[in-house]
């Protein structure tokens, strides 16, 4: 129930416990209490082992670090489990009933304690459709609960559907994550719209409804899947972070953002889909590019944007951005000589460049100006290039880096990193492109970009190759390498 370092589900939380009869799930652990024996020694002071413990409800605690103080007495076990359930709890049908009935057990005391609750693989729920009724009345008693996500939502909710109006009336109630919604789904958000600071969504597969025009006025984060401008038309001025995963590259255009999410800091955007058609990539940039000057003020505080290269550049982004992430498959050499274009409009400080290639297409960067014509300010640059199972000019490898590496030549860098990856198909097949990798000496790699990249102020240089592992290097003063970490 706990997705944490391999502890899934609440029936094997306790496998670890000293006793035997303390396993299996946490109905069995309570029962077992008594055979633990009591606190009879400890080098700190217990207070301030309780303390310690309290803080274990944060998320950057392993659930096994807090399981591992339970089971050493029955005091800190009783102290534990408040702790454990205002952790995210993930449920799903294989343990509803045991968590039911533990939860059951002392409902208005265990259900205060609730804060994070995650329903997951509901497609099985029909089978423990009693059990969903169940956990409806537990949701009732969680006054305090903050989070609740469903990956089937309209499912669940058919089968419990006094769980919509109950989580409507909670107070504390501000995260929502509603997957393959329907129309109780969709009440659901409208009731709670103006209190949500977080939402996540998509809609049932083939659902032919609009999402109604609501006002959500605490909202800081949305993330969209497969949802259009034309589905979505939700006011959120306090919007600061939009994910958007989209299947047509038209789905939304620079003056719906705009317009619907004006204060944004940070966009990722994807697409589920290759994009074939380049031609509509380009004409996409350039009515969004014509539309730009008809937009006041669009995104003065925009600092970070992530996603797919076509689908960043159609959107003709209409100011600077801080942290630029790109990532993109090279079926065509067209895409990447948008690149130019996008940097020379973002002028980003910090720049990641994902590609993922099955051929060492020279000619893509060959055609591309250096950073330094393209990106001045840049100060940190990190490019990954992975290599597909069908890559076969090896031969061309060496060629291939020459002309990266007259692409990362830019004075203003502080830091580069760069990596090469060969998929999991080249490295099983003893591919000779694996060979190829491993004969790149890392030393003499790192000398190779210290010239390259020509940068008075470089310091840091970091090298990921499939078959060489990793390697860091710090660049002293008067130019020399050394090797260590940052």
């Given at each position: 129930?706990?997705?944490?370092?391999?502890?899934?589900?609440?029936?094997?939380?306790?496998?670890?416990?000293?006793?035997?009869?303390?396993?299996?799930?946490?109905?069995?652990?309570?029962?077992?209490?008594?055979?633990?024996?009591?606190?009879?020694?400890?080098?700190?002071?217990?207070?301030?082992?309780?303390?310690?413990?309290?803080?274990?409800?944060?998320?950057?605690?392993?659930?096994?670090?807090?399981?591992?103080?339970?089971?050493?007495?029955?005091?800190?076990?009783?102290?534990?489990?408040?702790?454990?359930?205002?952790?995210?709890?993930?449920?799903?049908?294989?343990?509803?009933?045991?968590?039911?009935?533990?939860?059951?057990?002392?409902?208005?005391?265990?259900?205060?304690?609730?804060?994070?609750?995650?329903?997951?693989?509901?497609?099985?729920?029909?089978?423990?459709?009693?059990?969903?009724?169940?956990?409806?009345?537990?949701?009732?008693?969680?006054?305090?609960?903050?989070?609740?996500?469903?990956?089937?939502?309209?499912?669940?909710?058919k089968y419990a559907p006094d769980m919509v109006e109950t989580l409507i009336t909670l107070p504390n109630l501000n995260e929502l994550e509603l997957w393959s919604m329907g129309h109780r789904a969709i009440t659901l958000l409208r009731?709670?719209?103006?209190?949500?600071?977080?939402?996540?969504?998509?809609?049932?597969?083939?659902?032919?409804?609009?999402?109604?025009?609501?006002?959500?006025?605490?909202?800081?984060?949305?993330?969209?899947?497969?949802?259009?401008?034309?589905?979505?038309?939700?006011?959120?001025?306090?919007?600061?972070?939009?994910?958007?995963?989209?299947?047509?590259?038209?789905?939304?255009?620079?003056?719906?953002?705009?317009?619907?999410?004006?204060?944004?800091?940070?966009?990722?955007?994807?697409?589920?889909?290759?994009?074939?058609?380049?031609?509509?990539?380009?004409?996409?940039?350039?009515?969004?590019?014509?539309?730009?000057?008809?937009?006041?003020?669009?995104?003065?505080?925009?600092?970070?944007?992530?996603?797919?290269?076509?689908?960043?550049?159609?959107?003709?982004?209409?100011?600077?951005?801080?942290?630029?992430?790109?990532?993109?498959?090279?079926?065509?050499?067209?895409?990447?000589?948008?690149?130019?274009?996008?940097?020379?409009?973002?002028?980003?400080?910090?720049?990641?460049?994902?590609?993922?290639?099955?051929?060492?297409?020279?000619?893509?960067?060959?055609?591309?100006?250096?950073?330094?014509?393209?990106?001045?300010?840049?100060?940190?640059?990190?490019?990954?290039?992975?290599?597909?199972?069908?890559?076969?000019?090896v031969l061309n490898l060496h060629s291939f880096l020459d002309i990266v590496l007259r692409f990362i030549s830019c004075p203003s860098l502080i830091t580069i990193e760069i990596h090469l990856h060969a998929d999991s198909t080249i490295?099983?097949?003893?591919?000779?492109?694996?060979?190829?990798?491993?004969?790149?000496?890392?030393?003499?790699?790192?000398?190779?970009?210290?010239?390259?990249?020509?940068?008075?102020?470089?310091?840091?240089?970091?090298?990921?190759?499939?078959?060489?592992?990793?390697?860091?290097?710090?660049?002293?003063?008067?130019?020399?390498?050394?090797?260590?970490?940052?």
């Open positions: 129930m706990y997705e944490d370092h391999g502890i899934s589900s609440w029936s094997r939380m306790h496998t670890d416990s000293p006793n035997s009869q303390v396993r299996d799930n946490i109905v069995g652990a309570n029962d077992a209490i008594d055979e633990i024996q009591p606190c009879t020694s400890v080098e700190l002071n217990y207070d301030i082992l309780l303390c310690v413990m309290a803080r274990m409800d944060a998320k950057d605690y392993r659930v096994k670090d807090l399981l591992a103080m339970m089971f050493t007495c029955r005091s800190f076990y009783k102290s534990g489990l408040p702790i454990l359930l205002r952790r995210p709890v993930y449920v799903d049908p294989s343990n509803i009933a045991s968590f039911c009935n533990y939860m059951f057990k002392d409902l208005d005391w265990h259900g205060s304690l609730l804060r994070h609750l995650y329903l997951r693989h509901s497609a099985s729920y029909r089978a423990v459709s009693w059990h969903l009724k169940r956990l409806s009345l537990i949701v009732k008693h969680a006054s305090k609960l903050k989070t609740f996500s469903a990956s089937t939502s309209e499912r669940i909710f009731g709670s719209s103006r209190k949500l600071i977080q939402l996540s969504l998509s809609l049932l597969d083939g659902a032919q409804f609009h999402i109604p025009q609501l006002t959500l006025p605490r909202l800081e984060e949305l993330t969209l899947h497969d949802v259009s401008f034309r589905t979505f038309q939700a006011r959120c001025p306090s919007v600061k972070r939009l994910a958007l995963g989209i299947t047509g590259i038209d789905d939304w255009s620079l003056s719906d953002l705009v317009s619907l999410f004006p204060n944004l800091r940070e966009l990722v955007l994807r697409r589920h889909h290759t994009i074939r058609d380049l031609g509509r990539v380009q004409f996409l940039h350039e009515v969004n590019k014509r539309d730009r000057g008809s937009i006041p003020h669009p995104w003065i505080g925009l600092e970070e944007v992530e996603g797919d290269l076509a689908n960043i550049f159609a959107l003709a982004i209409p100011c600077s951005v801080k942290t630029l992430r790109l990532s993109e498959t090279l079926l065509d050499q067209r895409t990447f000589n948008w690149l130019p274009t996008l940097l020379t409009g973002c002028q980003p400080k910090f720049l990641s460049l994902d590609i993922e290639t099955s051929h060492l297409d020279l000619v893509s960067f060959a055609n591309c100006n250096r950073l330094a014509v393209t990106a001045p300010q840049l100060s940190s640059f990190q490019i990954v290039i992975r290599i597909c199972n069908n890559f076969d000019q490295r099983y097949t003893g591919h000779p492109a694996l060979e190829a990798l491993r004969d790149l000496g890392s030393y003499n790699f790192a000398k190779r970009v210290l010239k390259a990249v020509g940068s008075k102020s470089l310091r840091h240089i970091c090298l990921a190759i499939t078959g060489r592992g990793s390697s860091h290097w710090i660049v002293s003063r008067n130019g020399e390498l050394i090797r260590g970490g940052r």
